[in-house]
């Protein structure tokens, strides 16, 4: 099994840079940032099926379409909020899970990189058809032909996302991977998305529920006309229904999940989720089948349900992607460290003969293996002198030492110094020791 995974699996090396935080705060900010994403891009997607779905139905009768114009109001506000909030989860994926990502951006290339430009069409479609919902009253044809292209861009978007993000989790596939169509393949694509559009229509019939159930929302034409309580009981409906139809699609997708992502820890929590579902299922079904009812209570247990129900789901996800990455960054982790032993023992090799070698203190060895390509006693080379260049840290061997790991910018009229974060403390030493005890000359 492990051999097999080691024929057709790409492992780099990585990219040894320290993080610029501690790594579990970058795992707190990426998943709590990404729900946070999610949660508008949920209902910007269900918003916009939502809105088409009720101006069709306002071509028969009218009140429906003044409610889809309101709707149409929240898709392009949510959208923006989606997009500034996208940004913190996709630093942080950046940089914790950096050739991961990269590997399947490179792998799924042109569709990925498409996102770009589907993305600029699709928000100008919403405003396009928002800003001309009077101009086009006439042709309706026309109307929601426009809509339907950002509904469908809607979908596309985040599929396209979806399958790379996927596509990471699965280096042993890399190897067989030719494009988007085949990242298509692999077992979990269809049932993770449409788990995540129901989920959309879920989260926005409970958002539109709480949105025009409030006090504050006034449009004659739709509260006289169709009335609150008829449309927060539509809206809880979809809560229903959606919710219901992930006690098909959740499993689907649980069973799909290649088996090397799935723990103990992962079940529980979607097992902790599901009772969270099913709680939801009970209280809507208690309170939908009564014919006169009061919204307040149910709308907040509703909404706390959820966000535990959410919070679960978001941690599952980030526990099965730890688990099914786990070998592969065993792997990489050795990989990484026999590529800097190759290095060391290359430059040991070459350049400094033996002969010498024997002679030359530690400190010395370490600055001819990895200064001195750079740096002469008194003469200028990539770097300043040393005569210069060690003047400065006369009494400071740990600015010398921090400098070295890590260095600054300072000369204008020189390139910048590259850092040595892969030498150990006590080669930090020996090399700091060498260069201010030397004399260098002037
Ligand atoms: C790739 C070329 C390169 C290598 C390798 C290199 N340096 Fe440098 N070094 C530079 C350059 C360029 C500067 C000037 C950078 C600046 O002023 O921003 C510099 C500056 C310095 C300085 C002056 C720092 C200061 O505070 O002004 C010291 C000391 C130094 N290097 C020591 C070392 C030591 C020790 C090593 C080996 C571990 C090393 N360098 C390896 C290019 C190099």
Same mark, same amino acid.
Request: proline share 5%; charged share 15%; hydrophobic share 50%.
């Given at each position: ?200 229509? /879920?989260? +926005?019939? !409970? $958002?539109?529920?709480?949105?025009? @159930? =409030?006090?504050?929302? *006034? ?85 706390? /349900?959820? +966000?535990? !129900? $959410?919070?679960?789901?978001?941690? @599952? =996800?980030?526990?099965? *992607? ?48 990895n ?33 070295i790991k ?12 590259? @850092?040595f974060p892969q030498l150990s403390?006590?080669q930090l030493?020996?090399i ?11």
């Amino acid at each position: 099994m492990m051999y097999n995974l080691l024929i057709q699996m790409p492992v780099p090396k990585d990219i040894p840079l320290p993080l610029p935080m501690p790594e579990w705060i970058l795992v707190v900010i990426l998943i709590f940032s990404f729900l946070l994403h999610i949660l508008f891009i949920n209902l910007m997607m269900g918003g916009s099926i939502l809105t088409f779905w009720y101006e069709l139905k306002g071509i028969k009768e009218k009140k429906y379409d003044t409610f889809a114009l309101e709707i149409a109001k929240t898709v392009t506000v949510n959208k923006s909020l989606a997009v500034v909030l996208g940004v913190a989860p996709l630093l942080s994926i950046n940089v914790l899970y950096t050739i991961y990502f990269y590997s399947a951006n490179a792998l799924t290339g042109n569709m990925w990189i498409s996102i770009v430009p589907w993305v600029a069409a699709a928000f100008l479609i919403v405003y396009l058809h928002k800003y001309t919902w009077d101009k086009l009253s006439s042709n309706k044809a026309l109307h929601l032909s426009i809509l339907a292209i950002g509904v469908l861009s809607f979908l596309l978007i985040p599929f396209i996302f979806l399958t790379n993000i996927n596509l990471m989790l699965f280096p042993e596939e890399w190897g067989n991977v030719k494009g988007f169509t085949e990242a298509l393949t692999l077992p979990n694509v269809f049932p993770r998305y449409f788990h995540f559009i129901t989920a959309s229509l /879920a989260i +926005t019939g !409970l $958002f539109l529920a709480v949105y025009f @159930g =409030r006090k504050g929302f *006034r449009n004659e034409g739709v509260v006289n006309e169709i009335g609150k309580p008829v449309i927060v009981r539509n809206m809880l409906n979809i809560v229903f229904a959606a919710t219901l139809l992930q006690f098909i699609i959740g499993p689907l997708l649980f069973i799909t999940l290649p088996g090397k992502g799935v723990s103990w820890g992962l079940f529980w929590v979607i097992l902790a989720g599901v009772a969270v579902a099913v709680f939801i299922l009970i209280i809507l079904w208690k309170y939908l089948g009564q014919a006169e009812f009061i919204t307040g209570k149910i709308v907040n247990k509703l909404i706390i /349900a959820f +966000t535990v !129900l $959410f919070i679960c789901m978001g941690t @599952g =996800r980030h526990i099965y *992607r730890e688990n099914a990455l786990k070998t592969h960054k065993q792997m990489m982790a050795e990989r990484t460290k026999m590529h800097w032993e190759m290095v060391a023992k290359a430059h040991e090799g070459l350049l400094i003969p033996e002969e010498i070698k024997a002679e030359l203190s530690p400190g010395e060895q370490l600055f001819q293996n990895n200064c001195a390509v750079c740096h002469a006693a008194t003469t200028r080379l990539v770097g300043p002198s040393m005569a210069e260049a060690s003047q400065i840290y006369q009494n400071d061997i740990e600015g010398l030492k921090s400098w070295i790991k890590k260095p600054g910018r300072k000369r204008m009229d020189y390139p910048a110094m590259t @850092g040595f974060p892969q030498l150990s403390n006590e080669q930090l030493n020996d090399i700091a020791t060498f260069v201010v005890n030397k004399e260098w000359g002037n």
